[in-house]
């Protein structure tokens, strides 16, 4: 079964073409010449946050993440974990999908690893039709594919983006890839602080910034209930952490962050988006 492009054409080109030309227009913005090539290296970055708007918008931001990302050699399997927009399904819910649809091809899903972890935490659903229309995870793999080439998935949204039920799941993938020795990377798809005044929007990421830099979880959704913050992804970006942590990374580095003010002009209502990266020493 294949899972056939949602957001082609709205969120990025749907024409293979017009695709590579935004993605290469995407690393130059981020000060980047062309699309960078994985090479080959002694991995160390466990986890990623990376944005998930329109390309026009976040994928600038994006490109410097992967181009991190691209340095450190290519993981065996992507752990992709993105928010739940629609509200359908379960807590959790991962897909059946044997492969994803995008303009530059097929991407294959590891259902092996997928069912495994399904079955690792109470709360997880394998089911299609919350993937069906959200774009959280797709929007992430011409990025991937365009400089990994073929990759293996395993592709999760969360619904339920509580503190405990993300924590058990970055906990049980790292049980998994540490059972079957895999080199595995958790790239959590989340934008920051939605539709406030630009210097709002950037004084409260800040806030949330420096929690996920210092990988503290608990401190991450307190700012967050303290400050109303409203980035989307904190359960996927606590899954991360949490996984990074048990793989001995002690920080996360900041990458990029801009808003979608610094794309448009327009300063009166914005989105944060931010590139993170957790390097094990």
């Known amino acids: 079964?294949?899972?056939?492009?949602?957001?082609?054409?709205?969120?990025?080109?749907?024409?293979?073409?017009?695709?590579?030309?935004?993605?290469?227009w995407s690393?130059?913005?981020?000060?980047?010449?062309?699309?960078?090539?994985?090479?080959?290296?002694?991995?160390?970055?466990?986890?990623?946050?990376s944005p998930h708007a329109g390309y026009v918008y976040s994928g600038p931001t994006a490109a410097a993440g992967y181009?991190?990302?691209?340095?450190?050699?290519?993981p065996e399997i992507f752990f992709i974990i993105?928010?739940?927009?629609?509200?359908?399904g379960g807590r959790a819910s991962i897909p059946l999908y044997e492969e994803w649809e995008t303009p530059l091809g097929l991407v294959n899903v590891d259902l092996e690893l997928s069912?495994?972890?399904?079955?690792?935490?109470?709360?997880?659903?394998?089911?299609?039709?919350?993937?069906?229309?959200?774009?959280?995870?797709?929007?992430?793999?011409?990025?991937i594919q365009a400089i990994f080439g073929d990759i293996k998935i395993?592709?999760?949204?969360?619904?339920?983006?509580?503190?405990?039920?993300?924590?058990?799941?970055?906990?049980a993938i790292?049980?998994?890839?540490?059972?079957?020795?895999?080199?595995?990377?958790?790239?959590?798809s989340s934008d920051m602080t939605h539709y406030e005044p630009d210097d709002i929007?950037?004084?409260?990421?800040?806030?949330?910034?420096?929690?996920?830099?210092?990988?503290?979880?608990?401190?991450?959704?307190?700012?967050?209930y303290e400050y109303g913050i409203s980035m989307c992804g904190p359960g996927p970006v606590t899954v991360a952490i949490e996984f990074s942590k048990l793989c001995g990374v002690k920080k996360g580095e900041l990458i990029r962050y801009m808003t979608s003010g610094d794309m448009t002009g327009e300063k009166g209502s914005v989105v944060g988006y931010a590139s993170v990266i957790f390097r094990a020493e």
């Open 82 to 88: 993105g928010p739940n927009h629609t509200g359908i």
């Open 174 to 188: 790292w049980r998994i890839v540490k059972e079957s020795s895999i080199d595995a990377v958790v790239i959590a």
């Open 201 to 224: 929007a950037r004084k409260k990421d800040e806030i949330a910034l420096k929690e996920i830099i210092e990988m503290d979880s608990e401190g991450l959704f307190n700012v967050i």
């Open 115 to 143: 069912r495994r972890l399904s079955k690792e935490v109470s709360g997880i659903r394998l089911e299609n039709s919350p993937h069906a229309m959200e774009h959280s995870i797709e929007v992430q793999l011409p990025f």
């Open 67 to 74: 181009n991190e990302l691209s340095r450190d050699g290519k």
């Open 1 to 24: 079964m294949r899972r056939s492009p949602a957001v082609s054409g709205s969120f990025y080109p749907e024409r293979k073409e017009d695709l590579i030309r935004m993605l290469e």
């Open 27 to 49: 690393f130059k913005r981020a000060g980047i010449e062309g699309i960078p090539r994985s090479v080959s290296g002694n991995r160390r970055i466990r986890g990623m946050i």
């Open 154 to 171: 395993v592709p999760m949204i969360i619904l339920d983006q509580d503190e405990g039920f993300s924590r058990s799941i970055g906990d």
